[in-house]
């Protein structure tokens, strides 16, 4: 699987539609919770509109088994069938393209909710029983409108970059909506701890309730603990619109080589997922809107021996 849909999914057009739902379902309050209340910015399709925090998934339909009238009142059940977790979606959309490998797509919240990263395994079951009944009811001839573009190929990621395997989704507690803000940046930091210590400061809730979204281990394994779609508590004051990525180490610490490797190519994942420029990955001390007082020491000398944004860019420059 894989995740799509919201304002932040660059794999689908600005003027992209759905399968299965039109305009005239964003004033059906069976649908409408579907939808954000208005259109991104730069978008007029109905992909980009979907609440990425809903549940919601594609599947490459056949039509001749499961009409489009049957899917759209129809509720599945999804399921991790890796951890057991399950949730209840609703389907919106034919996709994802066949050139992926994947046979579903999910809503970013829905695969949160599961404790699924791309290329995991999801389970989908969707039965006649479920559906939902709908009483027809006689409506205008609409007028007639511009019709969204709808790939006849279905939707999918058009990141040349495959997002590096996710050891473990360890959902923190302390994380918050973006609010629509664009993701634009990213920030790395220095957890000045072992990863136990870092895994476990953001579990807890009653504490400096920190967070990031991406952990970095010193053997190259990647912990996620925050979804993309939602705002991480790691650079004060440069939360809203930025991805947040720790490396264990010390303060005095250089990355070890798969580390780096690992490091390297998620950011490269996340640029071109995220349509972010490379002049905007910024060490911890060093990002735009950074307003601690004192300011920090992080990244320390994990990207080179001076603490310094130069450090950070040179390093990006060799290695991303």
């Not at 990244?299 to 021996?305: A, E, H, I, K, Q």
Request: hydrophobic content about 35%.
């Amino acid at each position: 699987m894989s995740t799509f849909g919201g304002p932040h999914d660059s794999g689908m057009s600005p003027d992209e539609g759905l399968a299965l739902f039109s305009n005239a379902d964003l004033k059906d309050p069976r649908y409408s919770y579907l939808f954000l209340p208005a259109p991104p910015p730069g978008t007029s399709g109905l992909g980009r509109r979907l609440n990425p925090d809903q549940n919601y998934f594609a599947c490459r339909w056949n039509y001749a088994e499961t009409p489009k009238e049957f899917l759209r009142r129809a509720l599945a059940r999804a399921e991790n069938p890796a951890n057991g977790r399950v949730a209840d979606a609703r389907p919106v959309d034919w996709g994802p393209n066949a050139s992926t490998g994947r046979v579903a797509d999910l809503s970013p919240g829905l695969a949160a909710v599961l404790g699924l990263n791309t290329d995991d395994i999801v389970r989908i079951t969707i039965s006649a029983l479920r559906a939902i009944p709908v009483t027809p009811t006689p409506t205008p001839k609409p007028t007639p409108a511009p019709t969204p573009t709808l790939r006849q190929d279905g939707h999918g990621s058009s990141n040349p970059n495959a997002k590096p395997a996710i050891k473990q989704f360890i959902q923190s507690p302390n994380h918050s909506s973006r609010n629509g803000a664009r993701i634009d940046k990213i920030v790395v930091h220095c957890t000045e701890a072992s990863l136990a210590g870092t895994l476990a400061e953001f579990q807890n809730p009653n504490g400096r309730q920190v967070s990031a979204h991406y952990v970095i281990d010193r053997n190259g394994d990647i912990y996620q603990m925050v979804s993309d779609s939602d705002r991480a508590n790691h650079c004060m004051g440069a939360n809203q619109d930025s991805i947040g990525i720790e490396h264990v180490g010390s303060d005095t610490d250089s990355l070890a080589a798969p580390q780096a490797a690992a490091s390297a190519s998620l950011i490269r994942w996340l640029l071109q997922q995220y349509q972010i420029p490379r002049t905007n990955i910024f060490g911890h001390d060093f990002t735009p809107g950074y307003c601690r007082p004192g300011g920090t020491s992080c990244p320390d000398r994990l990207f080179g021996p001076v603490h310094s944004q130069a450090t950070v860019a040179a390093w990006v420059q060799a290695n991303v």
